[in-house]
């Protein structure tokens, strides 16, 4: 590989400035890299930006940052963006509480905690929290993240799994819940696992450790479960499954309440799974096969004796809830809770009942059914929005819920299922005026007519004359739905006149399966057709117009905002990609990519190659055109969708734009994929901040906002 060769070009005007700024960026050499598909060649100039420990590409990050702090510390509001989202960050914040033994845990966060605190509730969930496990303390820069924990039957231990730098790679330990003090062991190499629990030990899933080069980077293959008895050396840990025949399938064990079961699930992609059971009753018997194959998806959610509950998709594409013995599997299994209109999102097993959460045009239900699926009650929810946590268990008649919405952060109810009583366990407070704004949802036509909905989310009275500044957000894959969730860094755009638009596009899992395979493979255009029509939805209706739209997404949606940028520059002012999936000739070489196939299809195959090829954004970049102003944003230890992406769709998109519009990268140093959940990020709080302030900053500015 040649050495690379840093120059700068000479400088582009930047637009929307109050005075004439001159950006510089970086001249990344290119190579002789050409692959040939099919016959078809595709230079592939910017490869050698995937080797993420060569000092070159650690140069071309320093060059890359250097240039876009420059731009960014010329915005004169940009201090101000970071003081009101400090601010604003700055509230209480609890989880659900949840039951394990004879005590009640909850995760806290006084406000600007980099991470949240896990608490033990001795005497009940109204008793005052005792911290327990303080991520904070792990780690000097609040890096370290607490992502699963997991406490045994007997209430005696809590294993949790933490990774650095928002690595995938999880270490699991080991604490004592009495005393509070950690044991010594140390479970390594851990990936997409979870903890299950069987009397002094539990059951877990690991890689082989891989060589030095390839931590972020190699190609994750050959999944296996083992077994870990608390107080061994992991060297002595059981391996329990492993599948030497298929290398890229994926294996994730779990244990009904009363241990009687282990259950792994198997998957060779992003979508359907197998199922296999031990009765661990004889811990000597065999794996039993339930389901075989990966046309749809299985989710174990508990069991009633020697029967098990079982969500599924197959012949109802909205799930329906079944009941079978997975000791005579071919017993015909009996519908408990059947399919309906609305998406069975979700089943939790309760005190002699089962809670079942529905999506409904994207916003959520809660429905009481007995074990023997006869219908309760629904739960009333005080407003209209996403019920984003739930906890309950089969020994304790209370649950615990949260909702929120675009406005509001989430307020904790708990429910007793007996007396059917529900109070406000938690609710937040914070500086912003929730009353003053309105959220409406809308359903607009796609290309093929195809009525798609959109949430659009404002000040109350604004005046629609075409010329509010605008963002609009989409995911669009997986088979992961969108509904109305609270985010910080949206209310500093909210409260400067700003219109947020949520486009619940087809590929997601709002409408169900039917409504995620219209999203992937050949059909993926659906995707960027729906996103599109949002726009054009927005702008027809006078919320906004092009000089005023910009436009996000992360991950899959990153790849949804390349793929407009080429398809449909015209219609945007702003692009934010973020951590997207650039390369889609490549992506499956990577980690965890081979597992995106479903809804991708591969260049391996030539159909899909030159579908993929039709769309990647990184190879329809082209010379002449007008391409909004675009801050790509990525994470130099993202090891699900590796930085590389966004390396070489920055370094191309720089090397063909000639227009005013600045095209910059901000690479953040020691974190990674950093996708959200209820109890924050695996980012810490403080990058979260500097990150938001640096999205909005720029997205305000070129929006030719003045806040």
């Not at 490869?47 to 004169?76: C, G, H, M």
């Not at 339930?290 to 069991?303: K, L, Q, S």
Request: glycine fraction near 8%; charge should be neutral.
């Amino acid at each position: 590989m040649k050495k690379a060769v840093f120059s700068l070009l000479s400088g582009l005007l930047v637009a929307n400035c109050s005075f004439a700024q001159v950006l510089q960026y970086p001249k990344v050499e290119k190579v002789d890299q050409v692959d040939t598909y099919f016959g078809t060649k595709v230079a592939d100039r910017y490869r050698w930006l995937e080797d993420d420990n060569s000092e070159a590409t650690l140069k071309f990050v320093q060059a890359e940052n250097k240039v876009t702090e420059e731009y960014l510390s010329t915005i004169p509001f940009r201090d101000k963006i970071k003081s009101r989202l400090t601010q604003l960050w700055n509230f209480p914040k609890w989880s659900v509480p949840f039951k394990a033994g004879n005590n009640y845990f909850v995760h806290t966060n006084d406000g600007l905690q980099n991470q949240f605190v896990l608490n033990i509730l001795r005497s009940g969930p109204g008793s005052k929290p005792e911290p327990f496990l303080d991520p904070n303390k792990l780690s000097t820069d609040g890096t370290v993240n607490v992502s699963n924990v997991s406490v045994s039957a007997d209430g005696r231990y809590l294993a949790y799994s933490s990774s650095s730098a928002g690595s995938d790679w999880q270490q699991i330990n080991v604490m004592n819940t009495i005393t509070g003090i950690q044991s010594n062991d140390k479970i390594e190499w851990v990936k997409f696992s979870g903890i299950a629990w069987k009397g002094s030990g539990f059951y877990y899933s690991r890689y082989d450790a891989p060589d030095e080069s390839d931590v972020l980077k190699g190609k994750n293959k050959f999944h296996k479960i083992y077994y870990h008895s608390v107080g061994n050396p992991q060297k002595y840990d059981i391996l329990t499954y492993q599948d030497t025949a298929n290398p890229l399938r994926n294996f994730v064990a779990g244990t009904t309440d009363d241990e009687r079961y282990l259950i792994i699930s198997g998957s060779e992609g992003s979508h359907g799974n197998d199922l296999r059971v031990k009765d661990l009753r004889n811990i000597n018997s065999d794996f039993i096969s339930i389901v075989e194959g990966f046309e749809n998806e299985y989710a174990v959610i508990g069991n009633d004796s020697s029967k098990l509950f079982i969500l599924t998709n197959k012949n109802a594409p909205k799930y329906e809830l079944l009941m079978m013995d997975p000791l005579r599997p071919e017993i015909p299994w009996k519908t408990i809770i059947p399919q309906s209109e609305d998406v069975l999102e979700a089943v939790y097993t309760g005190d002699n009942v089962l809670i079942a959460k529905y999506m409904k045009d994207a916003k959520s239900v809660l429905k009481l059914y007995s074990r023997k699926g006869q219908f309760i009650m629904e739960v009333p929810l005080e407003t209209l929005g996403t019920v984003d946590q739930l906890s309950s268990s089969v020994k304790d008649q209370l649950m615990f819920y949260s909702l929120t919405t675009f406005t509001a952060p989430s307020t904790i109810y708990s429910f007793n299922l007996q007396t059917k009583e529900q109070k406000v366990y938690f609710k937040p407070s914070l500086d912003f005026k929730s009353d003053d704004y309105e959220t409406k949802q809308v359903f607009y036509p796609s290309k093929d007519g195809t009525k798609v909905p959109m949430f659009i989310v404002h000040k109350k009275g604004i005046t629609l004359d075409a010329n509010n500044p605008t963002l609009l957000y989409a995911y669009g894959g997986f088979n992961l739905p969108q509904p109305p969730i609270f985010k910080i860094e949206r209310l500093v755009f909210l409260e400067n006149g700003g219109v947020f638009a949520l486009a619940n596009i087809r590929g997601g899992g709002e409408y169900g399966e039917a409504w995620h395979e219209a999203g992937t493979k050949l059909k993926k255009q659906n995707v960027f057709d729906d996103f599109i029509a949002a726009a054009e939805y927005l702008i027809k209706e006078k919320y906004t117009n092009p000089s005023k739209l910009g436009m996000q997404g992360r991950s899959n949606g990153g790849l949804l905002v390349g793929a407009i940028m080429t398809q449909r520059p015209d219609l945007f002012k702003v692009a934010l990609p973020v951590v997207g999936v650039m390369d889609m000739l490549r992506y499956h070489t990577f980690t965890i990519g081979w597992a995106w196939k479903g809804d991708y299809g591969s260049s391996e195959d030539e159909v899909n190659f030159r579908n993929l090829l039709g769309y990647s954004p990184l190879h329809n970049l082209k010379e002449g055109v007008n391409y909004p102003a675009t801050l790509v944003t990525t994470g130099d230890h993202d090891d699900r969708v590796v930085p590389a992406h966004s390396f070489k769709f920055i370094a191309t998109l720089q090397e063909k734009y000639k227009g005013p519009n600045p095209q910059l990268i901000r690479i953040d140093i020691n974190t990674g994929h950093a996708s959200s959940t209820a109890l924050g990020s695996s980012k810490p709080v403080a990058k979260q901040i500097d990150e938001q302030t640096d999205n909005f900053s720029f997205l305000m500015y070129n929006l030719g906002m003045k806040p």
